[in-house]
């Protein structure tokens, strides 16, 4: 059974930068891709960013290009997002997945595993 435990949430003023992390067990980070999405408040879940598990491309939405960065270490079968410029858009729970296949995380906005998510506040 995968189980994913993120942590690293907060609250933060806009411009600040936080690490989330995401640890796994039950598996090994190395095979499966990694995600993150977030659940704003009154909006439906949404695709942040990807890492697959092949190659190590990464893949982001377009409203945190240049400013989240995903990252795995497969020693410490941990995913990190590390996000910078923080906006008050950016504020939601964010929610670290895992699924063999990189584009069902990407293109159908869904995975096999979910985490519990950390929530992330930012201030204007």
Same mark, same amino acid.
């Given at each position: 059974? *995968?189980?994913?435990?993120?942590? %690293?949430?907060?609250?933060?003023?806009? &411009?600040?930068?936080? $690490?989330?992390?995401? @640890?796994? #067990?039950?598996?090994? *980070?190395?095979?499966?891709?990694? %995600?993150?999405?977030?659940?704003?408040? &009154?909006?439906?879940? $949404?695709?942040?960013? @990807?890492? #697959?598990?092949?190659?190590?491309?990464?893949?982001?939405?377009?409203?945190?290009?240049?400013?989240?960065?995903?990252?795995?270490?497969?020693?410490?079968?941990?995913?990190?997002?590390?996000?910078?410029?923080?906006?008050?858009?950016?504020?939601?729970?964010?929610?670290?997945?895992?699924?063999?296949?990189?584009?069902?995380?990407?293109?159908?906005?869904?995975?096999?595993?979910?985490?519990?998510?950390?929530?992330?506040?930012?201030?204007?």
């Amino acid at each position: 059974q *995968v189980q994913l435990v993120e942590s %690293g949430g907060g609250l933060v003023q806009t &411009g600040d930068s936080l $690490r989330l992390s995401c @640890a796994a #067990s039950g598996c090994a *980070v190395s095979g499966y891709s990694m %995600g993150w999405f977030r659940l704003g408040p &009154g909006r439906e879940r $949404r695709f942040v960013a @990807a890492i #697959s598990w092949s190659d190590g491309s990464t893949y982001y939405a377009d409203s945190v290009k240049g400013r989240f960065t995903i990252s795995r270490d497969n020693a410490k079968n941990t995913v990190y997002l590390q996000m910078n410029s923080l906006k008050p858009d950016d504020t939601a729970v964010y929610y670290c997945a895992a699924d063999r296949l990189v584009q069902t995380i990407v293109r159908r906005n869904t995975a096999n595993y979910w985490g519990q998510g950390t929530r992330v506040t930012v201030s204007s």
